[in-house]
């Protein structure tokens, strides 16, 4: 198939390196030092003590990269605004899209989220029915330009939201498999990214706050407390809008500690002095509060330290 894949960090680069090497035609859209490495090297994997690299067309301008079979979106929530007035180009008729990420997606439920999708431009730009969403168990991370490091994981779960599953998840499901994922395909995507938004929310704006590794949250007693607390009403906030990720906070914490010792994506992007996905994982979850009048005090005073950190550091706009 022709796949290409618009973001190319560590989870968009896996994708695109394991894709290209089951054999399918794929292609990236990238800027600055990423594009300029994977230009110049390749796009490298290292994994274990192994590194391969691989010769896939990169660009910055999807214009030149013409109409696909599949548009795998990876890019962080802050990001999506470039997407939408971009990605036309890379529309066939029968083009399906993969959004790849963490947080609230803009589609969740067709709720229209102001906070994620600004005036809908990007519902206008990505239509429901051609998006097959994706719920990613793994962790990848990008050292320096060009160089993924596969960390752990290879897990991914895939669904059409409402459930409606059709042959654009089919296709993508196989090929995924093919590429050496482990895929789940999802009679309901919208529960599968609730449980792991509970952990998202928790854990990586705390990580950035604290510039603490997820096992040493977890062991203090305090902290882990506090987050406890953020679990109970993201899982409320989400039975208030029918879905129910049916799953109590220390097991979705259980899920964190069998990780080990590991940073968060949040807290690698503060320290690579990155723009922080606060908005994707914050402000939507609590418009979805506020519609669905839900109070969540202890997830709200986390967006407000989380945002007046980043700020600090012009890693929020």
């Keep these: ?40 090297d390749g796009l490298r994997v290292q994994s274990k003590d192994k590194t391969e690299s691989f010769r896939i067309k990169a660009e910055a301008d999807p214009g030149k990269l ?12 802050q990001s999506l605004t470039e997407v939408a007035g971009s990605i036309a180009p890379l529309l066939g008729k ?7 990420m963490n947080g609230v997606p803009w589609w969740f439920l067709n709720m229209r989220l ?8 990007l519902s206008r730009a990505i239509p429901i029915e051609r998006v097959v969403g994706c719920v990613i168990h793994l962790a ?16 991914l779960v895939l669904g059409e939201p409402g459930g409606r599953n059709t042959a654009r998840t089919k296709r993508i499901a196989e090929a995924f498999t093919g590429a050496g994922f482990e895929v789940v395909v999802s009679e309901s995507i919208e529960k599968d990214f609730w449980v792991k938004l509970l952990g998202n929310v928790s854990f990586n704006p705390v990580s950035a706050l604290t510039v603490t590794t997820a096992d040493q949250l977890i062991q203090n007693q305090e902290v882990k407390a506090y987050m406890v607390e953020i679990m109970r009403e993201v899982l409320a906030i989400g039975r208030a809008v029918g879905v129910d990720a049916n799953i109590d906070p ?7 500690r069998a990780l080990g010792r590991f940073k968060t994506s949040m807290h690698q992007d503060l320290e ?17 509060a506020r519609k669905a009048g839900v109070r969540a005090p202890f997830t709200e005073s986390l967006f407000g330290l989380i945002r007046a950190r980043a700020q600090s550091t012009g890693q929020y706009r």
Excluded: F
Excluded at 114 to 121: T, V
Excluded at 250 to 256: G, L, N, Q, T, V
């Design 1 to 40: 198939m022709k796949i290409c894949v618009y973001g190319a960090g560590a989870i968009g680069g896996l994708m695109a390196a394991w894709l290209s090497r089951a054999g399918h035609e794929v292609s990236v859209v990238a800027r600055g030092a990423q594009l300029d490495a994977i230009r110049r």
């Design 66 to 77: 013409g109409a696909q079979d599949y548009v795998l979106v990876t890019v962080k929530a």
């Design 94 to 100: 029968d083009t399906s899209i993969v959004t790849a």
């Design 114 to 121: 102001e906070s994620l999708d600004p005036g809908g431009k």
């Design 140 to 155: 990848a991370s990008t050292p320096e330009p060009g160089l993924i490091r596969h960390n752990m994981g290879a897990r």
């Design 250 to 256: 220390e097991a979705r914490i259980d899920m964190a």
């Design 272 to 288: 690579a002095g990155k723009a922080l996905e606060i908005d994707g994982l914050l402000a939507g979850t609590l418009e979805i």
